[in-house]
């Protein structure tokens, strides 16, 4: 009795060739253009001020805008490279992301929900990407 590799993949559980490949870009993807819409958020808003009972804090956290925007930019070229099946692609992927998780922890007393996200699903693509078994996939 012969199956299908499609069929047989179904029963095994394994990944379909390219799925792992376009799942890691795409969380890339999502994170890059969060990144682009909070380092955008950030320059245009260039001074937010917070009152708290008796206190006013003034930022200027454009600085941290551009930051954000570099490295969403980073991060994108990042994904169009693991769409692209390039072989450095994970590993300047990982990198990257890294560098995001970080920029993104300097941020977080400026938008702490947010900056919450963003460092959940940076390190859901680390993890995706360290956890990626290339020898399932099919070139």
């Known amino acids: ?11 095994t559980g394994q ?3 390219g799925d792992a490949t376009y799942a890691a870009g795409a969380l890339l993807s999502t994170s890059a253009l969060l990144s682009l819409v909070v380092g955008l958020f950030a320059v245009t808003a260039n001074e ?8 006013q804090y003034t930022f200027q956290i454009a600085g941290w805008g551009w ?21 450095w692609a994970r590993v300047a992927a ?13 941020w977080m007393p400026y938008y702490p929900i947010g ?10 693509v680390v993890w995706g990407l360290a956890t990626w078994n290339t020898s399932r996939e099919s070139v």
Do not use: E
């Open 15 to 17: 990944v379909p060739p």
């Open 94 to 106: 990982t990198v990257a992301t890294c560098l995001a998780i970080v920029v993104t922890f300097l």
């Open 48 to 55: 937010v001020a917070v009152s708290g009972p008796g206190y």
């Open 67 to 87: 930051a954000n925007m570099l490295t969403g930019l980073i991060l994108a070229a990042c994904a169009l490279a693991l769409f692209a099946r390039a072989t």
């Open 115 to 124: 900056a919450a996200v963003l460092v959940a699903l940076d390190v859901v």
């Open 1 to 11: 009795m012969t199956t299908s590799a499609q069929h047989a993949g179904g029963v």
